[in-house]
């Protein structure tokens, strides 16, 4: 069954940096684009950046462009998402994401930026 498996999270200062990694498993990782996305308490889900199945396409929300890279390792079947320059704004909860229909989801690492 397929299986993402979020890591990396936990308490970093402002202007820290964090790395998020998700693992995939259970499907051909290197067919599927993939995305990550977060959730703060009290607010909606949000689109943090994307990447295509190869790597040589990426976009992300307005609110983390020139801080946050996605990239991703089709021989680990494996998405990154390095956080540098952290805000307090970034604590959520991060969720990785096969972008498909039907979308799977894995369960979430917490992130938060506090001093």
């Known amino acids: 069954q397929v299986q993402l498996v979020e890591s990396g999270g936990g308490l970093v200062q402002p202007g820290g940096s964090q790395r998020l990694s998700c693992l995939a498993s259970?499907?051909?990782?290197?067919?599927?684009?993939m995305s990550w996305y977060r959730q703060a308490p009290g607010k909606e889900r949000e689109l943090v950046a994307a990447i295509n199945q190869s790597g040589d396409f990426t976009n992300y929300g307005d609110s983390v462009k020139g801080r946050f890279t996605i990239s991703r390792d089709n021989a680990k079947n494996t998405v990154y998402l390095q956080m540098n320059s952290l805000k307090p704004e970034d604590t959520a909860v991060y969720y990785c994401?096969?972008?498909?229909?039907?979308?799977?989801w894995g369960q979430g690492t917490q992130v938060t930026v506090s001093s």
């Open positions: 994401k096969r972008n498909s229909f039907p979308a799977y």
């Open positions: 259970g499907f051909t990782f290197s067919m599927y684009a």
